[in-house]
């Protein structure tokens, strides 16, 4: 029952959200709407640029959406950044990004929406997932660096 009214307020959200082109990807969880806004995505991290798959990250992401139009599902800031979920279609950004190995399930937000897609990339070592248990976390790469 929970699941389903989730289900149902995600859609709505979707159904509900402007399309907005994209104009440029400034890393593999960032992108730039052509309003000059940007939008931090929800519930995913990207390595940083100056970590492994950084940039084939931010490569990606680019190729995938940069010049259409996407859907957004916002609640929130963070550092002066709109987050929100992307949906390019009936694609799930997020989730794609997870999917391929560009972006790790940031469970302290996500709550676990895309542990499936990260055991799905790990299982096939796919980006981050070639490296010995998916690399340095972003979240533990920024710390450090502190």
């Not at 995600?10 to 969880?29: N, P, T, Y």
């Not at 991290?45 to 259409?68: F, I, M, N, S």
């Not at 897609?117 to 490296?131: D, H, Q, S, Y």
Request: charged share 30%; proline share 3%; with cysteine.
């Amino acid at each position: 029952m929970m699941r389903r009214i989730l289900l149902l307020t995600v859609l709505f959200f979707i159904a509900s959200a402007q399309a907005e082109k994209v104009c440029s990807a400034h890393d593999g969880d960032t992108i730039k709407l052509c309003t000059g806004e940007s939008i931090r995505f929800n519930g995913i991290d990207a390595p940083e640029l100056k970590q492994p798959y950084g940039v084939p990250a931010r490569d990606y992401l680019r190729r995938l959406v940069v010049g259409k139009d996407v859907r957004l599902a916002c609640k929130g800031k963070s550092y002066n950044r709109k987050v929100c979920g992307v949906y390019l279609g009936d694609l799930d950004v997020q989730r794609d990004m997870v999917d391929h190995g560009f972006a790790y399930d940031y469970f302290h937000y996500s709550r676990g929406r895309f542990a499936d897609a990260e055991a799905f990339a790990r299982g096939r070592k796919l980006g981050v997932w070639a490296m010995p248990d998916g690399g340095e976390r972003p979240w533990d790469y920024r710390r450090s660096k502190r």
